[in-house]
């Protein structure tokens, strides 16, 4: 998703529709005169708190002159609420401050307009404490010193959880990859999810049923007790990583807020049960240079770009995981077998790999006429669109954090000589793509994860993320106390281990 002027009539925003220009031009007048011409009763503040929720600050528009003021300054708000341990009470005010480009209307109230903000301290400036300007402040740097944008997209997963109405059309465990109807009762759900999204973020790429099903779950929870699960993915189009970091944030609450009105949950916990598909987050990443993708050569091959992104990231993938994958349940989706990564790799199409290369759409022969021999259009250009996927987060990350962690070691691997190196030293082999042995290992535990952070604070601090931060992160990871967890579910008899393993999964239902 850019900026780019384009057919605007027919663009899926409504706002962008109505003002006529693309977000990344609209200023607060824009919003002010479309708050007076449709009528605006309230304009909702978005932000996203330490929780990784999306939370509201809803402000009636009394009159024009207020309109202006809120749009201009924004509001207070408690910073020790939003963020604990973050800010201490006595300093605790801060100010959000609305973001145009990340305005919307409301989907749901047309006298409503909300807009995603960010926080700024007592001077006006960025806080830089805040995971919102952390991240901000990241991929500023990356393009101040690499000379180039870092773009991404993210895959959402997510479970839907409904009460069976029939037994008609039900599935297999663990087969519902790209299911139709009519074996997908949530179907109508995800449907109204792809749609609003889409709408209000204008970056949605697609919306598929994915691998995860049950007949029916059982649960301590009586949210999900009984029901039917399947699960789906919600795929962004490539965009600057900061707006990533807003829209993923906005995705998951429209998802969760969907879900609600159509009576029945959702969550994206990285584990659901024994042997299911968990909610991956996978990111895909490609540097830009004036307005171009780089990640391929002239011949089609990964470009030095490319080699530098993955020699950063493995880098400093274990330390990675402290930001992406937060929970005890986190790694039990680590494990082999399960099209989850363990080694600290990369390959070629290989989903079994820390780091994968996907297809690119830049096959050596037109892909439209390979099926219909006799088109003759214009073959559009920058059909091409190549990226490398980032596979180990999962739905329990700190989404602002993790795009900030993966900025910085990204920058990390555009600036270090040995980058390219370190890349063609951990590839996997196209003739032996299940050979991970000789690799290194992702950490297998939450609490392995803290002690990976600690040993690399350091490198984390030095590009902005503060030290309290830091603690607040090695601690929720250490308080998941799972050192020995594997072994001990092992040891037990099947139902007992099963019954303690989905205890210990569901008890985030709605953490994140």
């Not at 759900?189 to 204008?202: L, P």
Request: glycine share 6%.
């Amino acid at each position: 998703m850019s900026d780019t002027h384009g057919d605007l009539a027919n663009d899926i925003r409504p706002l962008v529709r109505e003002l006529e220009k693309p977000p990344g031009e609209w200023q607060r007048k824009d919003l002010y005169d479309y708050c007076l011409r449709h009528g605006v009763k309230v304009v909702n503040f978005r932000y996203p708190a330490l929780d990784g929720k999306l939370k509201e600050l809803r402000l009636p528009v009394n009159d024009p002159e207020y309109l202006e003021r809120i749009l201009t300054a924004g509001e207070r708000v408690d910073g020790s609420s939003l963020f604990p341990k973050l800010f201490a009470t006595n300093r605790s005010d801060l100010y959000v401050v609305p973001v145009y480009r990340w305005a919307f209307a409301n989907p749901w109230a047309p006298d409503e307009l909300d807009v995603v903000c960010r926080f700024a301290d007592a001077d006006g400036n960025p806080s830089a404490e805040t995971p919102d300007n952390i991240l901000a402040a990241a991929a500023k740097r990356f393009a101040e010193r690499s000379g180039a944008e870092l773009f991404a997209l993210g895959e959402l997963e997510f479970y839907l959880f409904t009460r069976p109405e029939h037994t008609r059309f039900t599935s297999r465990v663990q087969r519902n990859y790209h299911q139709a109807g009519p074996y997908l009762q949530s179907r109508p759900i995800a449907d109204e999810i792809m749609r609003v999204v889409s709408e209000v973020t204008g970056g949605v790429k697609y919306c598929h049923s994915e691998v995860g099903y049950m007949d029916r779950i059982e649960s301590d929870e009586p949210e999900i007790d009984g029901c039917r699960v399947e699960q789906y993915e919600l795929e962004f189009d490539l965009m600057p990583i900061e707006d990533l970091g807003c829209w993923l944030t906005v995705a998951r609450w429209l998802i969760r807020e969907i879900a609600d009105r159509h009576g029945t949950t959702a969550t994206f916990l990285p584990k659901l049960d024994e042997g299911m598909a968990g909610n991956g987050l996978h990111l895909h990443l490609a540097v830009f240079r004036n307005g171009s993708n780089t990640m391929n050569d002239d011949e089609g091959k990964l470009s030095d770009d490319a080699l530098r992104l993955i020699g950063g990231l493995l880098r400093h993938a274990e330390s990675l995981t402290a930001f992406g994958n937060t929970v005890a349940a986190s790694y039990l989706r680590l494990v082999p077998g399960q099209e989850a990564p363990t080694n600290v790799c990369w390959g070629y199409l290989n989903r079994a790999s820390l780091i994968r290369v996907p297809l690119s759409f830049s096959a050596s022969r037109r892909l439209d006429q390979t099926m219909n021999p006799d088109e003759s259009g214009r073959y559009p250009e920058r059909l091409s669109r190549p990226t490398i996927e980032y596979r180990s987060p999962d739905g329990s990350a700190f989404v602002h954090l993790l795009l900030a962690a993966v900025t910085s070691c990204g920058e990390d691997g555009m600036m270090a000589p040995e980058s390219v190196h370190i890349a063609k030293s951990l590839e996997l082999s196209p003739d032996r793509p299940g050979e991970l042995e000789p690799f290194e290992q992702l950490p297998d535990t939450a609490v392995a994860a803290a002690e990976t952070l600690e040993n690399s604070r350091g490198f984390y601090e030095d590009r902005g993320v503060p030290s309290r931060l830091t603690d607040i992160v090695i601690e929720k990871l250490q308080d998941e106390t799972d050192v020995g967890l594997t072994e001990k579910l092992r040891a037990m008899p099947a139902a007992e281990r099963l019954a303690a393993s989905r205890r210990l999964m569901h008890k985030d239902l709605h953490k994140h």
